[in-house]
């Protein structure tokens, strides 16, 4: 029989976690089935009981159960517990493990567009969950400078209290959006504005050199501002794939290509 595979959230049927995770198995001739599971608001933990009694092999977490999922799972990776976030699950022993691959996913996708992150000066806009989960793997995967920039100063400065101590090689520091300024390698935009259609204004005196948008399909007035001033950029698609594959590679033991799926 294939292994089992889902992907759980609350609404679910946006989800291209399938078609992802069938084309990697296409690829790499793993045996797989891959679904879309809808759990009651209130019903996150019986749900991934429920799939794992059933035998299934792993499951991927999204909104809005990733805080949910940290809070079950027993075993944790070095990178999850930073995130406070799971986004993938799977059963060893009869314990339930789980890892963040948001971060990784990212890098994966910033790597694959050709651009470098050693010794990289990063401004991220936000800070949520989604500017949680990334910062560990950028350091780790060699930036050095990042400013976390949020509508809400004290949301930034707890995430820099927070997370400064996991990342001691790298400088982190908070700034409020309406008075960025500086020079950044990159520029990452991880506030929820494009997915709720809202307006985000760069300052003039704003300079970088890469925009990464971790949203994608979306209209965004950050990517639109980037490419006005001819400034290379991307759309969170990447990001979306490089995580999926990170997860494949957990559960399946091979680690499909991301170019191939761009
Ligand atoms: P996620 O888990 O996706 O990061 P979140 O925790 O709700 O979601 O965080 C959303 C982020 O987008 C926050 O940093 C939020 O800023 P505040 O902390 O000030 O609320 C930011 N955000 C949402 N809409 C925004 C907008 N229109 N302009 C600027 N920042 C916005």
Redesign the pocket.
């Known amino acids: 029989m294939s292994k089992q595979f889902a992907v759980i959230g609350n609404p679910i049927e946006q989800s291209r976690s399938p078609e992802l995770h069938h084309a990697f198995a296409a690829k790499t001739g793993i045996d797989l089935r891959y679904s879309k599971r809808l759990a009651p608001l209130d019903g996150f933990e019986a749900s991934v009981q429920d799939f794992f009694a059933h035998g299934g092999s792993g499951m991927n977490v999204t909104?809005p159960f990733?805080e949910q999922a940290f809070a079950q799972c027993q075993v944790l990776t070095e990178r999850a517990k930073i995130a406070k976030?799971v986004n993938t699950l799977w059963m060893q022993d009869g314990i339930l493990h789980g890892d963040n691959t948001d971060g990784q996913g990212l890098v994966d996708a910033i790597h694959a567009l050709g651009w470098s992150l050693t010794q990289s000066r990063i401004l991220i806009?936000?800070?949520?969950?989604?500017?949680?989960?990334v910062i560990y793997p950028l350091v780790q995967a060699g930036a050095k400078h990042i400013v976390i920039a949020?509508?809400?100063l004290s949301?930034?400065e707890q995430l820099v209290t927070d997370l400064q101590q996991h990342v001691p090689q790298a400088e982190l520091s908070a700034t409020a959006?309406t008075t960025l300024t500086g020079e950044f390698d990159l520029v990452i935009n991880?506030?929820?504005?494009s997915?709720?259609g809202?307006?985000?204004i760069l300052p003039e005196q704003l300079i970088f050199h890469h925009a990464y948008e971790?949203a994608y399909g979306k209209p965004s007035s950050f990517l639109d501002q980037a490419k006005a001033r001819g400034i290379p950029s991307s759309e969170g698609f990447g990001m979306l794939v490089g995580q999926a594959i990170e997860a494949f590679s957990i559960w399946n033991g091979v680690k499909p290509e991301l170019k191939d799926f761009l």
């Not at 806009?125 to 989960?133: H, N, V």
């Not at 991880?190 to 504005?193: E, F, K, R, V």
């Open positions: 909104v990733k976030a806009l936000g800070a949520g969950g989604a500017t949680r989960g949020n509508r809400t949301r930034a959006l991880a506030t929820s504005a997915l709720s809202e307006t985000l971790m």
